[in-house]
């Protein structure tokens, strides 16, 4: 399969889970935005100082700071004749465009979609690996990790975002609600959109994104 591809859905829907399972079948090359931008604020970069009061907030980083970081990384992927898998990036249409700007047009973009009770339940035991190149992702509930607090991918040890607090949550929904939801009908309108049931569990979803992607 040849496709630059995006993965859309809330906090919470299971993108990075299923992003995991995608860049290994299919040998994509993950850019997830949420962690190159808590990866700046650990690392205490000029753009992670500035970056890390919006994300503290759950809201949107500004678009200055964000879009030539990940354009520049999206461009490298093309310029290696490989395809990327978009997570996190677009969150707005602005991003949107400034991606056709580049000249960087997505094949497909994925929308999983969950209930706002399985978002807030999701977000509320999800655990991530604290190894900053992995992206492993897991939940206390439907997602558990084989050795409790340990990575499955690398063995590195898990812990709980700061923005997954109960204090953020609703403020990072009504973000995505008024910022990131315009996008489903943007990419609709190019027939480039796929809706996925992401209430199922974990398996079934890789399953239903597998079945699809297979036909097409
Ligand atoms: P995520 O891990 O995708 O939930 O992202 C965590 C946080 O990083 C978000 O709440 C935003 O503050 C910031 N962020 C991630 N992606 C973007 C983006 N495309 N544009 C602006 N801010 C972003």
Redesign the pocket.
């Known amino acids: 399969m040849k496709k630059d591809i995006l993965l859309l859905g809330a906090?919470g829907a299971g993108k990075g889970t299923q992003a995991k399972f995608l860049e290994k079948e299919y040998n994509l090359i993950k850019i997830d935005?949420?962690?190159i931008?808590r990866n700046t604020i650990k690392e205490a970069t000029e753009l992670g100082m500035q970056a890390k009061k919006?994300?503290e907030q759950?809201?949107?980083?500004p678009d200055e700071l964000?879009i030539n970081l990940i354009v520049n990384t999206a461009k490298q992927i093309k310029q290696q004749q490989k395809n990327f898998l978009l997570d996190?990036?677009?969150?707005n249409l602005q991003?949107a465009k400034a991606l056709e700007e580049n000249k960087l047009f997505l094949d497909l973009v994925i929308e999983i979609e969950s209930s706002a009770e399985n978002l807030i339940e999701r977000i509320s035991n999800r655990r991530l690996c604290t190894n900053k190149n992995c992206g492993g992702v897991f939940n206390l509930k439907s997602n558990k990790s084989k050795q409790e607090n340990i990575c499955d991918f690398c063995g590195s040890s898990l812990y709980q975002r700061d923005?997954d607090k109960e204090e953020l949550i609703k403020t990072?929904f009504e973000t995505y609600l008024k910022e990131t939801l315009p996008l489903s009908e943007f990419y609709s309108k190019q027939n480039k959109l796929i809706k996925i049931d992401g209430n199922k569990d974990v398996e079934e979803v890789w399953e239903s994104i597998k079945k699809y992607l297979s036909k097409n």
């Open positions: 906090p935005t949420g962690n931008i919006y994300v759950g809201k949107l980083v964000v996190g990036f677009p969150r991003q923005d990072r």
